[in-house]
């Protein structure tokens, strides 16, 4: 067979991800293990120095802890979404899609006028809440934006339940709790195992939220790594420091995609229930009251800090103002140094979609391998494009820094290294989203195209590319989300002329200017809710 | 019409070895691979079509080898066992597909899709989309998306087998007829030994990796070479016997066998036939639509007998003890794998 372009079409991502991926984590374990010889000088220096351990713990404690509260709150959710129709249902389910394309700087933004000292919490009670600044602060905002998975994975699994298998333990005298814990328990258990893993593993490499909300004291490995590079320039300490969160992550991240096997595994079953519409009556009875509280619970969670920052940026001192925006676009209250806000918002949206283009063709074409080829070595294929997934933002933008500050290829502060940043750390996502479609295309309908006359290409073009259509949109808005929230990487390798909204509004909150931060911060959501309304439009399952 | 023919075909995955040292499919003719799953017909099916390259070997259409021709270059028609219509395009748009590609002229396609739509009775169809289809229907659009391109060989991979009894016997049926009067050479994949019968010119029956036999239907079924095809294609009486001065005995049931030592003696429930004697007590009976099946005990040797009605020689409310058996004719197998 005439198969030329085929083999040809495994080297580009290869290549790709050589460069930008596995070139900079050697830089990265060169700096940190190497001293005219391997060495394990720095680690052990990071090891035994007690700050630095009071880090590692406080990482895996504070990532433990989020997966809980996690639960805590998506359970119940999940129980409602696969048992009950109610009014307001499809509301609900969409305000759970926002939390994903929402960035992580304006979320702690809208802890911070939450729950600050002078914040809506604080004049309503009268003292300060004390949750800014500490553990409590990095928890709930790591379940904002977690619990949506833990109910969307945990729903899609309970409907699948086999309702034969509850009936049959009710025959045998199970019931009530006894039911559910030695029957539906051990069955949602792949889905509560994955979303947790996915959890923990956000919550492990989470960068904005610990460094803004946590502060010195409640600093992260990720956190950690940033301030030893950039504010101490300590290279050998940073890459230590990354060489630990790597390992750990590898680990972390193995378990998470075995336990996501499982779930996929879970997942086939073709018996899927439909939630009972609930009566009027049980609307009205304790029933209806319990899934009121949790739909409020779950608005008040989800639009207050986003509320918090609209209205902080239309208001000074009480009263009405645009007097914020027009600081945002007027040069003498301007923190950002070489840029200025218009050509921040220019940046983030060139940096957005150029993102969205390299990281749909790299996903689409590893997918395509992925799912559709056999060859030899295609194991080390799949570990090869699956491991960038385990690497956090800052670990990169570490590597970029060592491996690109030099002759041959010397290409910091160019604006296509932003964008190569952000495409590695978005194809991972894209890649699920397409992946999930893809492997639901039967692979006899491209079988039936090729018999009727299609070469692989146009098999391809014709009929599975319009297949996978929905699956490519919304990776392509996942890639948009990341790339215009991202902050660690892009802020450790850019310069100035290259400055986006997150870093803008970083400068912003560094300066302590809450009321211009929030105004960005709204124009910031504007672009995150056209990707928000363009996902609830394809209709396809996100996760 | 092409003929077909594999030689000397090998392929191997993981512990699965299929080999086929030669197997044709006449001009028109239509052949059955037919065998239990796992046996290796679809695979065959599959080389045959060009998804899979044997490893050794080598497919004919008529006297060029085409191991290396891709499958988009076969000009062959293929029916999938799940149908594999495409569910972004209409009825219409699924036939004219191959036609679009070969970049015929609009007229042309219009008017060829029509005559498919006709030819499998689906006239009005053309743009509803498969998922608004039944079974039955969407196995019509397959069938109708093959033939359009006017395929040198069609190849169906067990087309029936998830439609429900009723349908798949009348599809069947018109499978067979659209097969005749296009005169087209045909490859059908089943595991079902009814569905073979009915609808074959030759059958070529497989177990693990092999062709055991092949041959038109009604010689499989009485001649078959060993236990294997014989056990597959239906109900069996298999005596291992003790042959001596040409003959094989048990009791008083004897078979002219012609040689001597242990022999394997095959024949149907419906070549016994039942009479008053003692050659056998009966065990067990059932009742079939019409017909009796007896279980009779034949010196610890249970046969099978399957009689109509009106043929036996006594009442079912008065069943007699014993009965005298005969067997008008048998054949001798061979050793089964």
């Known amino acids: 067979m005439k198969m030329k372009w085929r083999n040809f079409i495994v080297f580009p991502p290869l290549i790709f991800l050589f460069l930008f991926f596995y070139f900079p984590l050697i830089s990265i374990l060169k700096e940190g293990l190497w001293d005219n010889g391997i060495t394990l000088k720095y680690i052990l220096q990071v090891i035994s120095n007690s700050y630095h351990r009071r880090v590692i713990f406080f990482t895996l404690w504070q990532a433990l802890a989020s997966t809980l509260l996690t639960l805590l709150l998506g359970l119940p959710g999940a129980y409602i979404f696969a048992k009950y129709d109610f009014p307001g249902k499809g509301i609900l389910k969409a305000l759970l899609t926002v939390p994903f394309v929402m960035p992580s700087i304006m979320v702690a933004l809208g802890f911070i ?146 336990s996501l096997d499982l779930y996929a595994k879970a997942e086939e079953q073709r018996v899927f229930r439909k939630p009972v519409s609930l009566t009027l009556r049980e609307l009205l009875s304790i029933k209806g009251a319990l899934i009121a509280v949790y739909s409020s619970v779950v608005f008040l969670f989800i639009l207050s800090p986003l509320i918090a920052v609209v209205y902080h940026s239309f208001t000074y001192g009480g009263r009405f103002t645009l007097e914020w925006y027009r600081r945002v676009f007027s040069p003498e209250y301007n923190p950002i140094f070489g840029a200025n806000s218009i050509t921040a918002i220019r ?59 030099k002759p041959p290829l010397n290409l910091l502060g160019t604006w296509y290294l932003i964008v190569f940043a952000h495409t590695i750390i978005a194809y991972p996502f894209v890649l699920r989203a397409i992946s999930t479609v893809l492997k639901k295309i039967k692979p006899s309908l491209k079988e039936a195209a090729m018999s009727l006359g299609a070469n692989e290409l146009k098999a391809f073009l014709k009929v599975e590319l319009p297949l996978a259509f929905g699956g490519i949109v919304v990776g392509a808005i996942f890639a948009f989300a990341m790339s215009i929230a991202e902050l660690g990487a892009t802020y450790m390798i850019y310069k100035p002329e290259y400055t986006t909204i997150t870093i803008a509004i970083y400068r912003f909150l560094g300066s302590r200017q809450f009321g211009p931060a929030s105004a960005m911060s709204v124009i910031l959501m504007l672009v995150s809710t056209i990707a928000f309304i363009l996902i609830e439009r394809t209709g396809e399952e996100i996760w | 019409m092409v003929r077909l023919r594999l030689e000397d075909i090998e392929f191997k995955q993981d512990d699965f070895r299929l080999y086929i040292p030669f197997l044709e499919a006449k001009q028109g003719e239509f052949l059955t691979l037919l065998g239990p799953s796992g046996c290796g017909k679809t695979t065959t099916l599959r080389i045959i079509a060009g998804f899979e390259k044997p490893d050794k070997g080598r497919v ?87 033939l359009v391109i006017e395929p040198q060989l069609l190849l169906l991979d067990e087309p029936l087998s998830n439609l429900d009894a009723k349908i798949r016997e009348r599809l069947r049926g018109e499978v067979k007829r659209i097969q005749k009067e296009l005169g087209i050479t045909t490859i059908y994949v089943t595991h079902d030994q009814e569905e073979a019968m009915a609808i074959s010119d030759r059958i070529a029956v497989m177990s693990v990796g092999r ?9 499989l079924y009485y001649n078959p070479k060993n ?57 067990d009976y059932e009742l079939l639509p019409g017909r009796i099946r007896l279980k009779i005990d034949v010196e610890g040797n249970l046969i099978i007998a399957e009689r109509f009605l009106d043929e036996i020689p006594f009442s079912i409310k008065k069943m007699p003890k014993k009965v005298g058996i005969r067997v008008k004719s048998f054949s001798i197998l061979g050793s089964s794998p």
């Open chain 1, 113 to 258: 006028l939450l729950f600050g000292r002078s914040g809506v919490i604080a004049q309503l009670i009268g003292r300060d809440p004390g949750i800014l600044y500490s553990w409590k602060a990095i928890l709930l905002a790591h379940a904002f934006y977690n619990f949506p998975v833990v109910v969307r994975m945990v729903s899609s699994l309970w409907q699948r339940i086999n309702p034969h298998y509850e009936e049959a333990a009710l025959s045998l005298g199970a019931r009530g709790f006894t039911l559910f814990r030695k029957v539906t328990l051990p069955m949602l258990m792949p889905a509560i195992f994955a979303s947790s893993m996915l959890t923990f593993v956000f919550c492990f490499l989470s960068f904005s939220i610990p460094l803004i909300l946590g502060g010195y004291q409640y600093a992260t490995i990720e956190v950690d790594i940033f301030t030893a590079i950039m504010t101490l320039l300590d290279f050998k300490t940073g890459a230590a420091l990354a060489i630990i969160q790597i390992s750990l992550s590898f680990v972390f991240m193995y378990l998470y995609l075995k």
């Open chain 1, 347 to 405: 940046n983030s949206l060139f940096f957005g979609f150029s993102t969205v283009i390299f990281s749909v063709l790299l996903a689409l074409s590893i997918a395509y391998i992925m799912y559709r080829w056999e060859f030899g070595g295609k194991n080390i294929f799949d570990a090869l494009v699956m491991l960038p997934l385990a690497s956090s933002a800052i670990t990169l933008g570490l590597g970029y820094i060592r491996a690109f500050h």
């Open chain 2, 60 to 146: 004919y259409f008529d006297d060029t080898v085409v191991n290396d021709v891709p499958p988009y270059e076969r000009n062959i028609g293929i029916v999938f066992q799940d149908y594999a219509l495409f569910p972004h395009m209409t009825v219409y748009d699924n036939i004219s597909f191959g036609l679009k590609l070969r970049k015929l002229p609009k007229e042309e396609i219009r008017r060829r899709v029509s005559w498919a739509l006709e030819l499998v009775g689906l006239k009005g169809f053309e743009d509803r989309y498969p998922e608004q289809l039944s079974g039955g229907q969407q196995q019509r659009v397959a069938l109708a998306r093959a």
């Open chain 2, 211 to 219: 062709i055991e036999q092949v041959g038109n239907p009604l010689h």
């Open chain 2, 227 to 283: 236990e294997f095809v014989a056990k597959f294609l239906g109900l069996s009486n298999i005596l291992e016997v003790n042959a001596e001065g040409g003959k094989a005995c048990i009791g008083s049931l004897c078979f002219e066998v012609k040689t001597e030592g242990r022999v394997k003696i095959f024949f149907r429930p419906e070549s016994v036939y039942v009479e008053e004697g003692d050659t056998g007590e009966i065990v």
